[in-house]
């Protein structure tokens, strides 16, 4: 008699229970649709940010549990898919380019639930370890991506900037064409008259007083004039006596860097060892040279504020703000511009004790007074004529204060301000009594009104709009409205109400120019593309476009002797208005 033996199936053998997948879906389209949400501008900044930043940790640790307890999907099977992913992970982010890390965090997680889920969902019949290698495979393809890519920076709509990370950024390639330069010795350089001298003009109110013909780009588009490659940055031009000072990084050095107005050719550079960056913005100064009789005060964005000569950057004097105030860096770095007042220059330090804002002796860098300011203030000192008085306007957490000039004694202040704000948006003064204050990024404008009696200061809030919110986007004043970003929108309001007056134009988040002869503004949109629009309470109306520069161009524009300067953080363009 034959013996039969029965053999046993394999668990493979056995016909495979289907995994029951739509937690696991659903949990990645809800993480999907935050990553839609922190990409939308109308949203709360703030809030944004934090839903960037805490949901692949919550939505990781649901997406986990959830792992371990499908239905059909083993145990086991369930701790090895959530060890791979944290592995593959915090791989990727420890190897990942240059200031990229955030990417894996941002981005990595979300796409690895996308695709763990799409790879349980295609293989949801299959055997157990045919599931598993199918889910393994697809999520570990998504990590290989995220670590053959980098991060050059975050635009205004938080959206990452990505390149592949064998590809040479646009300062690798400065530096090679820099690479052996030698600048010929700078010809006697006198300044015979204020120009463009600083952070947003003379007024710090991007306001063209030049007369102007009425532009009309469509017809006749600006002559480009010369354009050059310039180290990273987010400093604006400095345009005076036929030269422009700029600030730009050039590798491990931070540069005040002069150029010739008309032809664009290099002058003088003068450098400091350091370097700042972050993952936002990318490497590079923030502050933009003032120029006063001959000389450029600059501010690095590590704190140094510098004074050289305009002939040819040789240093009269440097003050370390980091050192000489106790301040720390802070997190977008140094940017306020140097204000230039009598025998003064003020600047930002955001020191200890009554090391905040600091007036120093133009001609030596002494201090001459300095008052308490918290830390965290990316605005600049404004000088502003208010019921006849000189002042100093500056914005701060909770507050916008006016000051004496000769003394820094606070004359009045209104708490207007959010108080856990970033102060970035400049002051813009609309008559002899009032000016418009951002309450916060991406918040409402207010107008304060001051008024003097006697002795006696006092504010009151005219207006608070919900109609103009800039984030770093600074408006114009022309007549009866303002014009300026409403988050990523351009938009008018009525000066005297707050009322919204039209609100078009998608342009990021740029800068505006006010052309106030012919009563135009040239927007330089984020992308890099300069739109021309009359400045017209109405309607809105383009008058012509030029595509001017092709990445993130966060930059004020600069005007001097019929010359329009745009920059970004890899060139600067000069055109000359028909």
Avoid at 171 to 180: M, P, T, V
Avoid at 206 to 232: C, F, H, L, M, Y
Avoid at 388 to 410: D, S
Avoid at 478 to 488: I, P, R, T
């Amino acid at each position: 008699m034959t013996a039969v033996t029965t053999e046993q199936p394999t668990q493979d053998a056995v016909a495979p229970a289907e995994t029951t997948v739509w937690p696991v879906i659903v949990i990645a389209a809800l993480h999907a649709a935050l990553v839609v949400f922190w990409l939308t501008p109308s949203i709360n900044n703030f809030v944004r940010f934090v839903a960037m930043m805490a949901g692949p940790l919550a939505f990781s640790l649901l997406f986990a549990v959830s792992l371990l307890l499908l239905k059909g999907l083993k145990k086991s099977h369930g701790l090895i898919l959530t060890a791979a992913m944290v592995g593959m992970g915090v791989v990727t982010g420890m190897t990942a380019a240059h200031r990229s890390g955030i990417g894996a965090w941002i981005l990595g997680v979300p796409l690895s639930l996308i695709l763990c889920s799409s790879g349980l969902t295609l293989a949801r019949t299959s055997s157990p370890t045919s599931r598993l290698r199918t889910t393994l495979g697809l999520t570990a393809a998504g990590w290989i991506l995220m670590g053959l890519t980098r991060i050059d920076g975050i635009d205004g709509q938080y959206m990452p900037e990505m390149s592949w990370r064998w590809q040479a950024t646009a300062e690798e390639r400065l530096l090679g064409e820099l690479e052996g330069r030698v600048l010929p010795a700078p010809a006697e350089w006198t300044q015979t008259d204020p120009g463009w001298s600083g952070f947003r003009g003379p007024q710090r109110n991007s306001r063209v007083t030049a007369d102007i013909a009425r532009q009309d780009w469509n017809k006749n588009p600006p002559e480009e004039v010369w354009r050059r490659s310039v180290g990273p940055g987010w400093s604006s031009m400095a345009v005076t006596s036929g030269r422009l000072f700029t600030q730009e990084q050039q590798g491990e050095q931070e540069a005040v860097t002069c150029y010739d107005a008309n032809t664009g050719e290099p002058i003088w550079v003068y450098q400091e060892n350091a370097r700042f960056e972050e993952v936002v913005s990318g490497a590079g100064p923030r502050a933009t040279p003032t120029v006063v009789d001959g000389i450029v005060y600059s501010s690095g964005a590590r704190g140094m504020l510098t004074a050289l000569d305009g002939s040819n950057g040789d240093v009269i004097w440097r003050k370390d703000l980091k050192e000489t105030f106790n301040s720390q860096v802070p997190i977008w770095g140094f940017s306020t511009s140097p204000l230039v007042v009598d025998d003064m220059v003020i600047a930002f330090a955001g020191g200890e004790g009554d090391g905040g804002l600091i007036a120093f002796e133009k001609m030596t860098g002494e201090p001459i007074w300095q008052i308490a300011s918290p830390n965290g203030n990316y605005g600049s000192a404004q000088l502003a004529d208010l019921c006849g008085v000189t002042q100093v306007v500056f914005v701060e957490p909770k507050m916008v204060r006016g000051l004496e000039v000769g003394t820094g004694h606070e004359l009045w202040r209104s708490e207007v301000v959010e108080e856990r704000s970033f102060p970035m948006v400049q002051p813009q003064q609309v008559s002899d009594e009032s000016l418009i204050i951002t309450t916060g990024d991406g918040k409402n404008v207010v107008r304060v009104d001051v008024s003097l009696d006697g002795d006696s200061w006092d504010t009151q809030v005219g207006w608070d709009s919900r109609y103009l919110k800039p984030s770093y986007n600074d408006f114009v004043h022309f007549e009866d409205s303002l014009f300026g970003f409403d988050k990523q929108i351009f938009a008018c309001i009525d000066v005297t109400t707050g009322e919204r007056r039209w609100k078009n134009g998608r342009y990021g988040f740029g800068q505006a120019l006010l052309l106030d002869s012919c009563g135009q503004i040239v927007v330089v949109a984020e992308s890099g593309k300069l739109v021309l629009l009359d400045a017209n309470p109405s309607e809105w109306v383009e008058q012509g476009a030029v595509n001017a520069m092709s990445a993130k161009t966060w930059n004020h524009p600069a005007w001097d002797n019929g010359l329009l300067y745009v920059r970004n953080a890899e060139e600067i363009v000069c055109y000359r208005l028909r």
